[in-house]
Nanobody, 126 residues
Framework: QVQMVESGGGLVQAGGSLRLSCATS????????MGWFRQAPGKERDFVAA????????NYADSVKGRFTISRDIAKNMMYLQMNSLKPEDTAVYFC???????????????????WGQGTQVTVSS
């Protein structure tokens, strides 16, 4: 049984940093696009960042570019989101997700991801 598990969320002051981790349980024979999404109260789930299966390509939402860094450890089948210079607007539940495909242009579309974690809360105080 494959399960996505996020960790690393918490409460941080504006300007601070957090690193989110996403681990996949179970066995996997190949690696495809993985991503981070977030959902603030009363809002839709928004794309944050994505990383390719070979970890040689990354994409970011404009709102986080330059502040967040997505990465993955292929050997450990883990994904990370380093969040620096956090703003109150970053407050949301963050979800990790994996696709069953290589997403070239649709990496920001949540419908293209097939497995999701349960989310980890990130709260940034001002």
């Amino acid at each position: 049984q494959v399960q996505m598990v996020e960790s690393g969320g918490g409460l941080v002051q504006a300007g601070g940093s957090l690193r989110l981790s996403c681990a996949t349980s179970g066995r996997s024979d190949s690696y495809y696009t993985m991503g981070w999404f977030r959902q603030a109260p009363g809002k839709e789930r928004d794309f944050v960042a994505a990383v390719s299966g070979r970890a040689n390509s990354t994409n970011y939402a404009d709102s986080v570019k330059g502040r967040f860094t997505i990465s993955r450890d292929i050997a450990k089948n883990m994904m990370y989101l380093q969040m620096n210079s956090l703003k109150p607007e970053d407050t949301a539940v963050y979800f990790c997700a994996t696709s069953s495909f290589t997403l070239v242009t649709a990496y920001a579309d949540p419908k293209r991801y097939t497995r999701w974690g349960q989310g980890t809360q990130v709260t940034v105080s001002s």
